[in-house]
């Protein structure tokens, strides 16, 4: 894919009357990019960085090598090569800057935004609901729909629910939880001990990155 060095466009106004209002009061000016680049840079001296410094050394006549520079020098290589002065750490002092084509810049920069954005998993928090009187058969059963949660990367929230006068089993439902974060401990990790809330009592688990991989049939 093929670049031009990037030059800021005014913004394009409007004949008269075409707009509610009539046309606009004043001209904006260019429109600053999103990076300070060129003469948008308003350090006098700034840090060269990158890996294309032998091509700019052969249009500079000298060695060039990481460091500082005056700005004005880096903007005349830059021109020579139709590429920009780009600011990538404007905090820094003195900023740092590449000689880049920022069309190819902005570019690559997106690209890998949406790279990072599509491999980025959604974190979902998942509840499991147990009873003080949960037997076996169901305990097992919400026991593998927990590993598949956090093979999947989810959290999950594992509870046990209290309803009147059964909060004098508050024992039960401690220990109940206890063995669920013991089947799940290759699964993931417990951010606090089982503890009340109102009429609740509950246990959150963070997945493990390595948790074993779901088996079929699970």
């Known amino acids: 894919m093929a670049f031009k060095p990037y ?19 004043f001209n904006r000016g260019p429109r600053a990019p999103e990076h300070n680049i060129n003469s948008f840079i308003k350090a006098n001296e700034v840090r060269l960085v990158g890996d294309n410094l032998d091509e700019i050394s052969t249009v500079a006549g000298q060695t060039v090598e990481p460091g500082i520079y005056t700005t004005s020098k880096l903007q005349k290589w830059a021109e020579e090569m139709g590429l920009d002065v780009v600011e990538i750490s404007p905090n820094a002092d003195p900023p740092v800057v590449r000689i880049v084509d920022y069309n190819k810049f902005l570019y690559q920069k997106k690209k890998r935004e ?33 590993k598949n949660f956090l093979t999947e990367g989810n959290k999950v929230k594992a509870y046990v629910q209290f309803r009147g006068r059964a909060i004098v089993f508050k024992d039960r439902g401690e220990l109940l939880l206890l063995r669920f974060l013991k089947e799940l401990e290759e699964y993931g990790t417990a951010e606090q001990l089982p503890r009340m809330e109102g009429k609740r009592m509950n246990v959150i688990l963070t997945p493990k990155k390595t948790a074993p991989k779901k088996k079929e049939g699970e």
């Open 114 to 146: 949406k790279e990072l954005k599509a491999n980025t998993t959604k974190v979902e928090l998942k509840e499991i609901r147990f009873g003080p009187e949960t037997g076996d058969h169901d305990f097992d059963f919400k026991v593998r729909h927990a």
């Open 7 to 25: 030059r800021p466009k005014p913004p394009g106004n409007r004949p008269p009357g075409s707009r509610p209002g009539g046309p606009r009061p």
